[in-house]
């Protein structure tokens, strides 16, 4: 695994602070009780991200791009990723949670992120945010991204890490003596189940699976950057320690891009 710049600190990392960290992760407490709230400051901040790493990539601002975001659910991040002229696009598999906010977004598809629904190389961006752990097959859906990702284009996968302090969403942090412990002790205590159900809609994904599969990537994927997405940049390093990552890092981001260079070397007809 190797990232396209060694010794460059990407842009974004300037907005990785400690004030950014204790905002974004005081807002976790409105999760379920006020999503609009919850989700309008990490779509802010994912169009911050996005717009920082494709432009470290490119030269080139969102303008005009399309942006797919898999796993989408209602389209909260639609408003920031238009304000900066991109054409954003989300999929996501489950009808009811496509409207659950009210939300009506143009273009939006419904399909699996394990079976993309779009040709290859289609879009310049392909983004999952908080939505890997969902997913029973996680790098299948990786995989698809990448696949769906035009050469020279920017995928960003970022997910919550189980052992991570918000690991078991709505159940935690009884998440951590086990899954099915969180889940039967919040349907006891709150007379119903819970939203996130453990070995349904939610699934034990480690920080120490993204780093593998950032590193077995393909010769024609480069990874530009793996780090915990609401750690201060001080604090990137404990992605690289096995253990304390697990129980440190909140949330992992995986950042790539395909070979424009390769994907032109190679005729069609070969």
Request: proline share 7%.
């Amino acid at each position: 695994m190797g990232l396209r710049a060694a010794g460059r600190r990407p842009r974004f990392a300037r907005r990785a602070t400690l004030r950014r960290s204790l905002r974004l992760l005081g807002s976790f407490r409105f999760e379920q009780t006020d999503p609009a709230l919850f989700y309008g400051g990490v779509a802010v901040d994912t169009a911050d991200l996005v717009s920082d790493f494709y432009a470290d990539l490119t030269g080139q601002s969102l303008r005009g791009t399309i942006v797919l975001d898999v796993g989408g659910g209602p389209g909260y991040f639609a408003d920031e990723f238009g304000r900066v002229g991109a054409r954003y696009v989300p999929v996501e598999p489950d009808p009811s949670e496509m409207h659950a906010a009210g939300l009506r977004v143009a273009g939006s598809v419904r399909g699996s992120g394990m079976a993309l629904p779009f040709r290859d190389d289609a879009v310049e961006v392909c983004i999952s945010s908080n939505v890997a752990e969902h997913v029973p097959r996680p790098w299948v859906m990786a995989d698809e991204m990448l696949r769906v990702t035009k050469p020279g284009g920017l995928m960003v996968f970022s997910y919550t890490v189980w052992h991570g302090p918000f690991g078991g969403h709505e159940t935690g942090p009884w998440h951590y003596l086990g899954g099915e412990f969180a889940a039967r002790r919040y349907r006891r205590k709150q007379g119903k189940e819970p939203k996130n159900r453990f070995g349904k809609s939610l699934f034990a994904v480690r920080a120490a699976d993204g780093m593998r599969w950032a590193r077995e990537t393909p010769d024609a994927v480069e990874v530009l950057a793996v780090f915990p997405r609401y750690h201060p940049r001080w604090a990137w390093w404990m992605v690289h320690v096995p253990g304390l990552r697990e129980l440190l890092v909140s949330n992992l981001v995986v950042v790539a891009t395909k070979s424009a260079f390769e994907a032109a070397a190679t005729p069609e007809s070969a």
